[in-house]
């Protein structure tokens, strides 16, 4: 679904509230450009890590969760969701085995 430049793609978001409970709630995620967000009805905190996963996969069987940061979190509406604005993480590797993937390119 796209509304102007928006996508909306129906998912799944679960993570850890502002009260820490573990929460799953399904919502709409979108994206303009590079920032992405999505509105639920749990309190977040700002930094906090949730992970979000598509309910339609387009072409492919991976519907695996992707891990977001909270970068901010916008006031609650009329019907009690707050708009929330993400960054994905992306995994770091550690100087060992970024040196091990590092050598194993050049040797190959």
């Known amino acids: 679904m ?5 996508q909306y793609l129906p998912v799944e978001v679960s993570g ?9 709630e399904k ?16 309190a977040l905190r700002r930094g ?3 992970f979000v996963r598509l309910l339609q996969p387009f072409t492919s069987n991976n ?3 992707v891990a ?3 970068n901010r979190i916008g006031p609650q509406d009329a019907d009690g969701r ?7 993480l992306r995994p770091r590797l550690t100087p060992e085995k970024e040196k091990h993937w590092t050598d194993t390119i ?3």
């Not at 796209?2 to 928006?6: F, I, M, N, P, Y």
């Not at 707050?82 to 994905?88: I, T």
């Open 16 to 24: 850890w509230d502002a009260s820490d409970s573990f929460f799953v």
């Open 68 to 70: 977001y940061r909270v």
């Open 27 to 42: 919502t709409l995620f979108s994206w303009v450009g590079e920032e992405e967000e999505m509105c639920i009805r749990h």
């Open 48 to 50: 906090s890590v949730v």
């Open 82 to 88: 707050s708009k929330v604005y993400l960054a994905q």
């Open 63 to 65: 519907n695996t969760p």
């Open 2 to 6: 796209s509304v102007g430049s928006a």
């Open 106 to 108: 050049h040797t190959a």
